[in-house]
């Protein structure tokens, strides 16, 4: 049975709890315009893809759910060409869930992807169930909050995601991080920046659609120092030690 950590659950309630009292913009992750074409709206309704929902807990029971009920495609079944996804048997565009998984057998992510590209709410667990990365896609690009969870249950990274950037990777703002120091565990805002994803090998791509989800194993996150440059907060998002791994 696959179970939520507990404190990952308390503060997902306080976060939506923030947005339904009308908090910060990176709280409103509900609020991001979410207009497709209606081909795009068509397909995700017959394959069963919620496009709409910002709710972590909600997403994170339907796509369990949906995984569980044998309705997620491997993604090794599919390739992704040129930033779209294709099944690999027919040669067409993909439309459905698909999902990779730890060696147990726990699925590791679940996405939702309409017409080759990803769509809607996409998740990634720890391999007990708890929500390790939380967010929604338009286009195959992060168009939400995105919501990042050390495993041993703290917030570690949350952001709104809003569009492209010419730099690399997707442009950030609200960027409220979390560390664990000789202090304990602490909270820094950056403001605004940008986010690209790395494969293993900590390579990256201008655009993170164009790097499969399989293949994404963390990030590179920069922040605005001043007006005209940017300062790097980390190249490797993996090297942020979690303090239940000795830090």
Not at 73 to 96: H, N, Q, W
């Amino acid at each position: 049975m696959v179970r939520i950590n507990s404190r990952v659950s308390a503060m997902l309630l306080i976060l939506l709890a923030g947005a339904a009292a009308g908090g910060c913009a990176s709280e409103r992750a509900v609020e991001v315009d979410d207009s497709r074409s209606p081909k795009v709206v068509a397909l995700a309704a017959d394959a069963g893809v919620d496009l709409r929902d910002g709710n972590p807990q909600r997403n994170r029971t339907r796509l369990l759910g949906v995984h569980e009920a044998g309705r997620t495609a491997d993604f090794s079944t599919i390739r992704l060409d040129g930033g779209v996804y294709i099944d690999r048997a027919s040669g067409m565009r993909y439309t459905g869930y698909a999902a990779t998984a730890y060696a147990s057998g726990a699925p590791r992510s679940i996405h939702g992807i309409v017409d080759g590209r990803l769509e809607g709410p996409g998740m990634w667990f720890f391999e007990d169930g708890s929500i390790w990365i939380a967010t929604r896609y338009h286009g195959s690009e992060m168009r939400s909050q995105i919501l990042e969870f050390f495993e041993s249950g703290p917030m570690k990274l949350r952001a709104m995601a809003y569009e492209v950037s010419p730099r690399g990777g997707i442009r950030v703002e609200e960027i409220t991080v979390g560390t664990f120091g000789d202090d304990g565990y602490e909270r820094r805002q950056l403001g605004k920046g940008r986010m690209q994803m790395i494969r293993p090998d900590g390579t990256t791509d201008r655009t993170n659609a164009t790097i499969a989800v399989p293949d994404q194993s963390g990030y590179m996150l920069f922040y605005e120092r001043m007006i005209g440059g940017e300062r790097a907060y980390t190249t490797d998002s993996r090297d942020i030690p979690d303090a239940s791994h000795g830090a």
